[in-house]
């Protein structure tokens, strides 16, 4: 079925518009990701074989056409989203702003069936405020649409630029289609968003356990600890299971965006046979001989029912075994593990305390008795909780999550009998 908007109902002057102008292009687009980030998110593009070109505030700048646009949301995990980068212009006041916006062809890039929202972020430059600064791109696009005989209809309020965007998932009908407009020394670069909700959000965990930890950051903190799903992986406080699930999907090397939509899929230049390829190549990519052995541990049975229903979204179930324990009882050999990877992301409070304290010093002495020839991957809210009677990580990371800095130690465990 040809979705809304498709080829089939598109006139064909509009259609050779499309391919000439859109489809047939080298394009830019950013790879929106925190700093700490950057490093995962352009290995990621070099390995799909983009061609990076610059590092930005916004994250990793590249080029390609429009289907390594598709690839990118398809196979990033550790990215936010992925907009696409519209040629700059000059846009020394208001009038040249709107002058040059009426110009971009927006009736080529723009879905028909979405709500247009406009962000503005204005810094040097003779147009001093952000607000005049969206107004002046919205009357180009209406202006630009309504010569063309199409609507314009704009969101009643889109979330500022430094708000979470996408906190809960919306259903496809609520997304909005994003339109970042950035002026700097009177230079002017609108963006369009290509993902909706942010990469983050896979579309498995429905439900977790409070203060989840991102799947773009689970995703990064395996990839540094150099996990590739070929020895046994403990999750051992897993809360909703999100270690535990993008630990067995990147061991499969299944794709972080395959079971979910993008907006991409909803605009004019939209190509379902390449989308369909990709998807299927997706598919073809998946190691399913790989015997894996994974372990979510958890002393709440509540948590670990939420972790098993995710898994279950995730058509990961099979991959993963759930046990209900305390880290701190559990031995890797009961269970015919070892020389693996364990990864803790603990329950510290926003207020650090002196039971947060205590329970790290529990979580270090037992990884150094019962551990022992293992790798670990440690979060923690300060670095000194990260060491304590000789258990000292190899290297630290610290990195922003949730509004709060934390701290990722990475450590090797000496086998027991060696000092």
Same mark, same amino acid.
């Given at each position: ?7 089939? =109902? ?22 929106? @990701? ?12 070099? @390995? ?7 590092? =930005? !505030?916004?994250?990793? !700048?590249? !080029?390609?056409?429009? $289907? ?89 309020? +889109? ?24 002026? $700097? ?5 609108? =963006? ?5 909700? &942010? ?8 439900? &977790?356990?409070? +203060? ?29 299971? @999100? ?25 004019? =230049? ?64 009961? #269970? ?11 329950? #510290? ?10 329970? #790290?010093?529990?979580?270090? &002495? ?44 990475? #450590? ?8």
């Amino acid at each position: 079925m040809t979705p809304a908007g498709g080829p089939s =109902s598109r006139p064909k002057a509009l259609e050779r518009r499309i391919r000439a102008h859109i489809r047939s292009q080298v394009h830019r687009f950013a790879a929106t @990701t925190p700093k700490e980030l950057i490093g995962s998110c352009r290995r990621e593009l070099k @390995t799909m074989g983009a061609q990076v070109v610059e590092i =930005s !505030e916004a994250g990793v !700048e590249f !080029e390609g056409k429009l $289907e390594l646009c598709y690839r990118a949301n398809l196979w990033l995990r550790t990215a936010g989203r992925v907009l696409c980068r519209l040629p700059g212009f000059r846009a020394g006041s208001r009038e040249e702003l709107f002058a040059r916006a009426c110009k971009i062809p927006w009736e080529l890039w723009l879905p028909r069936d979405l709500a247009l929202g406009v962000q503005a972020y204005v810094v040097r430059s003779r147009l001093r405020h952000t607000q005049r600064a969206a107004q002046a791109v919205r009357d180009a696009i209406r202006r630009r649409l309504e010569a063309m005989g199409l609507e314009a209809r704009f969101a009643q309020e +889109a979330p500022s630029a430094d708000s979470p965007l996408d906190s809960a998932k919306p259903a496809a009908k609520e997304w909005v289609q994003r339109i970042f407009v950035r002026i $700097e020394d009177n230079r002017c670069v609108i =963006s369009l968003d290509t993902t909706g909700p &942010h990469l983050h959000q896979r579309g498995y965990r429905i439900r &977790h356990t409070g +203060a989840p930890l991102r799947e773009t950051l689970a995703a990064a903190i395996l990839q540094r600890a150099g996990w590739d799903g070929r020895r046994p992986l403990v999750d051992g406080m897993c809360g909703s299971g @999100t270690l535990a699930i993008e630990a067995a999907w990147m061991g499969r090397g299944v794709a972080p965006g395959r079971n979910r939509g993008f907006l991409f899929e909803r605009w004019p =230049s939209f190509q379902q046979k390449t989308w369909n390829y990709l998807l299927k190549k997706a598919d073809e990519a998946v190691d399913r001989s790989l015997e894996m052995h994974i372990v979510g541990i958890d002393r709440h049975g509540e948590a670990l029912r939420t972790a098993a229903d995710n898994a279950r979204r995730a058509q990961a179930d099979g991959d993963i075994r759930w046990v209900k324990r305390p880290f701190e009882s559990f031995r890797p050999e009961d #269970y015919g593990l070892s020389g693996g990877l364990v990864v803790l992301n603990p329950p #510290y409070g926003v207020r650090l305390s002196g039971g947060d304290m205590e329970m #790290y010093r529990r979580i270090l &002495h037992h990884l150094a008795a019962c551990f022992g020839g293992w790798d670990a991957a440690v979060i923690a809210p300060v670095r000194e909780f990260l060491s304590e009677s000789g258990v000292r990580p190899d290297r630290v990371w610290k990195v922003r999550h949730g509004g709060l800095t934390v701290h990722v130690g990475f #450590y090797r465990l000496a086998p027991h009998g060696r000092p």
